[in-house]
């Protein structure tokens, strides 16, 4: 069925930018949306200017009834409704609820397990666990890429605790973190929806023993646990008072609204962690209650098919002209590669198209000396999208956040426009797209709302693609390889058995 809707979508006249802006003056209108995160007197607003991509009437028109027949209301309502929208692992995916909006149990168990951690981030605050100047905070994928995203976007005039996330099993990650604190008065996070990854449980093992050694009596009982899995945390060590639990339906890289946000609030406090879910909420309400091109994370997913499907682009750049946002291509990386980046449909069938696209970027104007040059003038369209926002975060010359601004529109203009030019090396061929999304200002419910877009649009990406984005099979059989690596009674190719003996592993 849906093979006729992109017979449709690859029949249409393809049209230049600059011809879809003189054929519709009201363009911009249509493809430039204000959205408040919050209370719109609190400069909580956000733009999404989607104009400049090849998106016009004609691809709206058959990108929505591909939503139709990819039932896409009715996949948004089971996901809201907390319905089994991961069939291959039998799980609701459940994040929204951590915002208040979804199922009703679902709503109510989450707002149950916040009181709790907003409780324990106040008692810590309040020295219930002693002084603590810092939290080394250690997980791994969708278990550290979020906190340090959110740390380091908000917390950057100054946080109540000193968090420092650790993810990497190299040592120097852990070591480097260590140099930083002071282990008296330093407790630690342990973040694992599993509590079994091999990453994870290392670090902490040596962070407990790097206490130990450093003079703390209970190391364990400067840990907390945030996990899904509580009875692993209790048999490894943890008490019980001190484990934040969250839902198995909340997936590990959708998990930044849960108990996985902790050291957010430890550095934030507790009200701002508030605003950031209730951000990230009116984004959910929107998605669910907004149909067609109206809806912005399905407008953003119609541009990003639009782009891999019908013009064969293999990466989208994400590049964010805001020194705060830089760790945002990080964390979208794994949300949407991780989510989206697979070779069967939902229901096991190969697919018959491309998937989700390379995920890249950088942060601006850093990125523009280094890798636009590709963007400019290379073989690679490249979709991209620029975030900035308008209040600046630092407190020096204006001159600084003009400039960056200007560039990040510069940009936009420059690979739409292009410049013609009698020497080929010279000469810019533009139409190149890109999407801005201009903040009012990084607050947590701005940045909230910016996170829920992005889950949205790659749930919104997923159905149209009809994927299953909660899963992640991709990811076992490196671990299983390594851990037979480790028991060291497994033969492999040529090459990795070279390597390992170079390397002192067999
Ligand atoms: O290996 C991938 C993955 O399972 C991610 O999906 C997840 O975010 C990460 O590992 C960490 O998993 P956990 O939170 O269970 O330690």
Redesign the pocket.
């Known amino acids: 069925m849906s093979k006729a809707a992109w017979n449709k979508l690859e029949s249409l006249p393809k049209l230049s930018l600059k011809e879809l802006f003189a054929a519709d003056s009201g363009r911009l209108d249509t493809f430039a949306t204000r959205f408040e995160a919050g209370d719109p007197e609190a400069a909580c607003g956000m733009l999404f200017d989607w104009s400049k991509t090849h998106l016009d009437a004609a691809h709206v028109a058959a990108f929505e009834e591909l939503a139709e027949t990819m039932n896409f209301a009715g996949r948004r309502a089971a996901l809201f409704a907390g319905e089994i929208v991961n069939p291959t692992e039998g799980r609701a995916a459940e994040h929204t609820a951590q915002r208040g909006v979804g199922k009703e149990e679902s709503v109510e168990l989450a707002a149950e397990y916040h009181h709790r951690m907003a409780a324990i981030v106040e008692a810590i605050h309040r020295g219930a666990m002693g002084e603590v100047k810092h939290l080394i905070h250690i ?5 550290a890429l979020g906190p340090a995203l959110a740390i380091d976007a908000l917390a950057r005039d100054g946080a109540m605790v000193d968090v420092h996330v650790v993810s990497n099993i190299d040592g120097c990650a852990l070591e480097a973190a260590f140099a930083k604190c002071d282990p008296a008065t330093t407790m630690l996070a342990v ?7 091999i990453e ?1 449980m290392t670090n902490a093992e040596s962070a407990i023993t790097w206490l130990r050694e450093n003079g703390v009596e209970d190391p364990y009982g400067r840990i907390v646990a945030l996990t899904a899995a509580p009875d692993n945390a209790i048999e490894w060590g943890v008490d019980e008072t001190r484990i934040l639990p969250f839902s198995e339906s909340v ?3 959708y ?1 930044l609204w849960s108990s996985i946000g902790f050291p957010v609030a430890m550095a934030l406090g507790w009200p701002d962690f508030a605003e950031f879910l209730n951000g990230a909420a009116a984004m959910d309400v929107h998605f669910r209650d907004t149909d067609g091109l109206a809806n912005l994370p399905l407008r953003a997913a119609f541009g990003d098919q639009y782009y891999t499907r019908l013009r064969g682009c293999q990466t989208r750049g994400v590049f964010a002209y805001d020194e705060r946002l830089a760790l945002l291509p990080d964390y979208l990386q ?1 949300l949407e590669m ?1 989510s989206n980046g697979k070779s069967v449909t939902a229901d096991g069938a190969p697919i018959d198209g491309p998937t989700a696209p390379i995920t890249w970027g950088g942060v601006g104007t850093d990125a523009q000396h280094a890798v636009f040059q590709l963007l400019h003038q290379g073989t690679n369209i490249v979709p991209v999208d620029f975030i900035a926002a308008i209040a600046p975060g630092d407190d020096l010359n204006p001159a600084h956040h003009r400039i960056l601004l200007s560039n990040c529109f510069a940009q936009g203009a420059a690979l739409m426009a292009g410049k013609e030019s009698d020497d080929p090396a010279r000469a810019y061929p533009g139409d190149r797209p890109s999407a801005t999304i201009l903040l009012d200002e990084v607050s947590p419910a701005t940045f909230g709302a910016l996170i829920a877009f992005h889950e949205h649009r790659t749930f919104a990406n997923a159905v149209l693609m009809g994927i299953n984005p909660f899963d ?1 099979f991709g ?1 076992e059989l490196g ?1 299983e390889i390594a851990k037979q690596i480790e028991k060291g009674d497994t033969a492999f190719d040529p090459s990795t058995e070279a390597l390992l003996a170079l390397a002192g592993i067999k």
């Open positions: 997980g791994i994928g969708g278990s973040a694992s929806k599993t509590f079994t990854t994870t997936g590990g890289r998990s794994q991780e992640q990811v671990k």
